[in-house]
Structure formats: C-alpha cells, structure tokens
C-alpha cells in the first residue's frame, strides 16, 4: 500500500480542519461550502477513504503511529474488507479428448 508523506497529510488535514470551521461559521456562503468540500474530497484520495470524516480520522491516525502500526491498525479494523487476490490462470487446459 502506497502512503503519502505525512508532511502533505500534515497539511491537507490542517486544510480540511480550517475549512470546516469556517462553513460551520457560514454555512450559506456556498464558496466556502465548495472549498470545504474540495478539502475533504483531496484528503479522501490521500487517505484512499470514500467518506471524508473517515479519511480525516485515518489522516489522524496515520500521523499519530508509526507506518507500521497504522497498517496493522487498518487491517484489523472492523469493516475494513482486504482483497483477495485472485489465483493465477490455468496455463495447461485439458481438452475433452484427453479425459
């Protein structure tokens, strides 16, 4: 899994923070509304999260653990799916003659 420097989640967290209090102060000015949700929608491809409260919460998480733990973190979370791979293909198929 591919994480981003936690400097940048560092700054893009601050970013979002900022932003939500502002459009809880102004929740009608419809550019910091957009700003805001921009703000969350950057920490969502950073954090690879679809919500954006719970990539600020894993932005957290991340910049409080080491790298390690924070993927161990993540895996044993509930909810949280790991994919399966899938099993190669078959290179020999068999024909029906053969059987």
């Known amino acids: ?29 419809r550019r910091v509304r957009a700003t805001f949700e921009n703000s969350g929608y950057t920490l ?16 957290e998480r991340y910049l409080r653990t080491t790298l390690t733990a924070y993927l161990r973190e993540e895996t044993e979370r509930p909810g949280t799916r790991v994919r399966a791979r899938r099993a190669p293909p078959a290179t020999g198929r068999r024909s029906p003659a053969g059987r």
């Open 1 to 29: 899994m591919l994480l981003p420097a936690k400097a940048e989640v560092a700054r893009q967290l601050r970013r979002y923070r900022a932003w939500e209090r502002m459009m809880l102060a102004a929740p009608t000015d």
């Open 44 to 59: 969502c491809v950073l954090m690879g999260k679809r919500c954006a409260r719970e990539a600020a919460d894993a932005a």
